[in-house]
């Protein structure tokens, strides 16, 4: 059974950082590009970053460009998004994605090409 946990979510003041972690099990976790989304209330799932299954190419949105910084380790089966400079926009659940196989190495994230998610962190940003 495949399981994505997150954690490091919370409560930051503007401007503050936070350190998100994903924990994969049951999948080969060494071989999946590995992302993360977010959904604010009220709003569709979006894009925020992904890495590639070697961890030797990331993809970042444009709206977190500069103060977000995804990460893996394949030893832990972990990745991880490291958020600076945060603002109240930010807030939102955070979702960890494996993508499918089918996919890999393709620079467009999008839902559909989604196999698995966490449950989601929620992740709130006071001004």
């Not at 103060?67 to 958020?83: F, H, P």
Request: net charge positive; hydrophobic share 35%; aromatic share 12%.
């Amino acid at each position: 059974q495949v399981q994505l946990v997150e954690s490091g979510g919370g409560l930051v003041q503007a401007g503050g950082s936070l350190r998100l972690s994903c924990a994969a099990s049951g999948l080969t976790f060494s071989s999946k590009d590995m992302g993360w989304f977010r959904q604010a209330p009220g709003k569709d799932r979006e894009f925020v970053a992904a890495i590639d299954w070697s961890g030797g190419r990331t993809f970042v949105a444009d709206s977190v460009k500069g103060r977000v910084t995804i990460s893996r380790d394949n030893a832990k089966n972990t990745v991880y998004l490291q958020m600076n400079s945060l603002k109240p926009e930010d807030t939102a659940v955070y979702y960890c994605a494996a993508r499918y196989s089918l996919y890999r190495g393709s620079v467009r994230w999008t839902v559909p090409q989604i196999d698995y998610w966490g449950q989601g962190t929620q992740v709130t940003v006071s001004s």
